[in-house]
């Protein structure tokens, strides 16, 4: 959980982590891309940036043979970023040539950038590999068991400390405690990746894992936990093999195990304001069903689907019964995790419910669902609770729609409309036009309304979002102003996080490719937060601005943390956008060419 890490904790990182360089620029004039690259007929757009006037065209270069393959003029961006006055965005949407190229505006050149309808394509797997390195119990990116004695229970229909088998599952980030608020968003979004796109073993594989453990989180019909360990985990730098905070038990053996009562928890002072358990009902709902929709046809499965199936129903009906939400709970220190909304949660249990059973009464509980939770999301706002609309964006409207007739469809899709366009208006205060709070956590932001725009689309066949999305989704990859993909490794000869704050960072110096990080914060919220700090001098500091921040430091939790969520919410972005469409038409505006080409001037 991305919550207090003790000054002690990062006293006992590197202390002289290898800083590198700001990117490289002439004459102060600054390039920014998607590293990766893009399909041929998507959106294709850079940002140049600098103090001084900026250059009147740009070119885009062949990386192999260094000729011209595009020219085109800078459209001028109003606002100011950091030290920077300056801004033009860079439309090449118009060049679809496959190949790898760089951009060059005066004597400055971006980093080089791949054009295909294949360049997402190997994303998923790439971040597959985090979420494995992730795994409680044994790890295969260890070889190695960890946390073989969770845990003992609090709260709930139990004595206090009775035994429950709570092995497996994922670390939630560079921490060691696991939770099924986070862990059920991300094992529904993984299955519902791998029903959208390609079939991939990996990927079923990995979603099992989480399957299995939520499987032990439900021992009896009326039964549910949500949380192994808290706070008290944030003893130190370790190997999760190595494990040493003490729970009660003694130093490295069992862990807390908290029950969903859907009351306020907490064993000190830090109580959360947990009313029901619906948030956690919903979405463990989702993951079961959609577990039970893929294996059920498979003779060898049949007995597995059967059991996550009764598992969802059980679970739903707890939902029902405690409408509201349970948070994640804390023991010294006053950061949890602060869901508050829970109706679109149920809205996505109930929708894959009926998928799974067609019972009508499923599908009448979606629709009421759904317009509960109507457009009520983070979009358009500037500040929230950590976590509160949580998940990121709204999977219910989308896996309701095609079950539902056409006025209700029109009404589902407005209600992403609605949200989208508050972000719409947020970004333009930003020469980026990047639509989040850069709240803990905003990389999750960006990807959840990336991907919002891309099921907008799927759903209703209108592509007017598909410059949102590409601008949301090439932040990610390099396209912001420190410009550093925000997943680590990705692309490997790119610039992307590598201080991050993991253990496997601070003790072993080993790189756990394909983690997305937190993301760039308001810089009041990295002042603010306790124990987090930097190297310094800040090799970014001329691309810092008060409205994010961002460091490639251990030392900050707040926007170099990786994050077992986020990365699964990203697997299913690229999925969708891997098995998109391929369309002809454009509906962004491009610039002049030359070399056979065709274009408009902006």
Same mark, same amino acid.
């Given at each position: ?63 192999? &043979? ?6 085109? @003029?800078?459209?001028? #961006? ?46 998923? /797997? ?16 260890? /070889? ?103 729970? =009660? ?88 995790? @602060? ?12 929708? @894959? ?50 079950? #539902? ?17 508050? &972000? ?69 000869? =790119? ?36 124990? #987090?700090?930097?190297? @310094? ?66």
């Amino acid at each position: 959980m991305r919550i207090l890490i003790t000054f002690v904790l990062l006293l006992l990182g590197p202390a002289d982590a290898i800083r590198r360089p700001p990117p490289h620029a002439e004459n102060g004039l600054y390039l920014r891309v998607n590293q990766v690259g893009f399909r041929s007929h998507d959106p294709k757009l850079a940002m140049m940036f600098g103090r001084a006037a900026l250059p009147e065209r740009f070119v885009v270069i062949d990386a192999a &043979t260094r000729q011209v393959a595009f020219d085109g @003029e800078p459209h001028a #961006v109003p606002g100011r970023w950091g030290q920077f006055e300056r801004h033009a965005e860079l439309d090449f949407s118009a060049f679809a040539r496959p190949g790898r190229f760089v951009i060059r505006a005066g004597a400055s050149e971006s980093r080089p950038f791949d054009i295909g309808d294949e360049v997402y394509a190997p994303l998923p /797997d790439r971040l597959l590999e985090f979420m494995r390195q992730q795994r409680c119990g044994y790890n295969p990116w260890l /070889d190695a068991v960890c946390h073989p004695f969770d845990g003992r229970t609090a709260y709930g229909p139990l004595p206090a400390g009775t035994y429950l088998n709570a092995t497996g599952g994922w670390h939630d980030a560079g921490d060691q405690l696991k939770y099924l608020l986070t862990s059920s968003n991300a094992t529904a979004q993984m299955l519902l990746a791998y029903q959208m796109g390609a079939p991939s073993s990996a990927l079923l594989d990995e979603a099992r894992w989480g399957l299995d453990w939520m499987l032990k989180l439900h021992p009896a019909p009326d039964q549910l936990y949500h949380q192994v360990a808290d706070d008290r985990d944030h003893t130190g730098w370790r190997l999760p093999q190595n494990e040493k905070a003490d729970y =009660g038990w003694g130093p490295g053996s069992y862990r807390v195990v908290y029950f969903a009562d859907g009351q306020p928890q907490g064993l000190k002072e830090f109580k959360s304001d947990s009313h029901g358990v619906a948030n956690l009902a919903g979405r463990y709902a989702a993951a079961m069903a959609l577990g039970y929709q893929i294996w059920k046809n498979d003779a060898r499965m049949a007995g597995y689907a059967a059991t996550l199936l009764r598992a969802g129903k059980d679970v739903y009906a707890l939902g029902k019964a405690k409408e509201g939400v349970q948070q994640g709970n804390s023991y010294g220190a006053p950061y949890r995790y @602060e869901e508050t909304t829970w109706a679109d949660d149920m809205e996505w249990g109930a929708a @894959e419910l009926f998928r799974a059973t067609r019972e009508r009464p499923y599908l009448d509980d979606a629709k009421r669902y759904a317009q509960l939770a109507a457009s009520e999301s983070w979009m358009g706002l500037e500040q929230t609770k950590h976590y509160q609309f949580y998940p990121f964006m709204n999977a219910g409207h989308f896996r309701l729609y095609d079950l #539902v007739d056409a006025p209700f469809r029109r009404m589902l899709a407005d209600y992403y409309a609605a949200g989208i366009e508050r &972000t719409i208006r947020a970004a333009e205060q930003n020469p980026y036009r990047v639509g989040v709070p850069f709240i803990w956590c905003s990389n999750n932001l960006v990807v959840a309304l990336a991907t919002e725009s891309v099921l907008y689309e799927r759903m209703t066949g209108d592509p007017r979002y598909e410059i949102v999305a590409a601008r949301q989704r090439d932040w990610l990859l390099g396209r912001n102003p420190w410009g550093v993909s925000m997943f680590t490794g990705i692309p490997m000869d =790119g610039a992307y996080p590598k201080d991050v704050h993991l253990a496997a960072n601070a003790m072993l110096k080993r790189l756990v490719p394909g983690g997305l990080v937190d993301g760039p914060v308001y810089r009041r919220i990295f002042e603010s937060l306790k124990g #987090v700090a930097i190297t @310094e001098p800040d090799p970014l500091a001329v691309f810092q601005d008060d409205r994010a921040v961002y460091h490639d430091d251990i030392k900050d939790y707040s926007t170099n943390e990786p994050t077992m969520d986020g990365t699964a919410s990203a697997i299913l972005l690229w999925t969708l956008t891997t098995t998109k469409t391929t369309k002809t038409t454009k509906t962004t505006k491009t610039t002049k060419t030359t070399k056979n080409t065709k274009t408009t001037k902006p």
